[in-house]
């Protein structure tokens, strides 16, 4: 059974910093490509990143580069998400994305407000 469980959400003040987990399990983690989504109050699901299976390859949205960094650990099978001088338009549910399985996480909340 595919599980992505997600975590390290929080609310933080505007410039600061969150690094979100998420622990998979069920499939094979090393050998799959994963993702960040994340979804704004009343807005759409957007991709915040995306990582290869052996972390050769990153690819972000312009909007979020530089200030984001994904990664992963296939040795324990976990994705992270490294989010610097956050802002409030970075409020959202964050979820982790399995592409080749179509699986979702939970999601994560982050807020972001002073």
């Known amino acids: 059974q595919v599980k992505l469980v997600e975590s390290g959400g929080g609310m933080v003040q505007p410039g600061g910093s969150l690094k979100l987990s998420c622990a998979a399990s069920g499939f094979s983690f090393r050998t799959s490509v994963m993702s960040w989504y994340r979804q704004p109050p009343g807005k759409s699901r957007e991709l915040v990143a995306h990582i290869s299976a052996s972390s050769e390859r990153t690819d972000y949205p312009d909007s979020l580069r530089g200030r984001f960094t994904v990664s992963r650990d296939n040795d324990n099978n976990a994705l992270y998400l490294q989010m610097d001088n956050l802002q409030p338009e970075d409020t959202a549910v964050y979820f982790c994305?399995?592409?080749?399985?179509?699986?979702w996480g939970q999601g994560t909340q982050v807020t972001v407000s002073s």
């Open positions: 994305y399995a592409p080749r399985l179509s699986s």
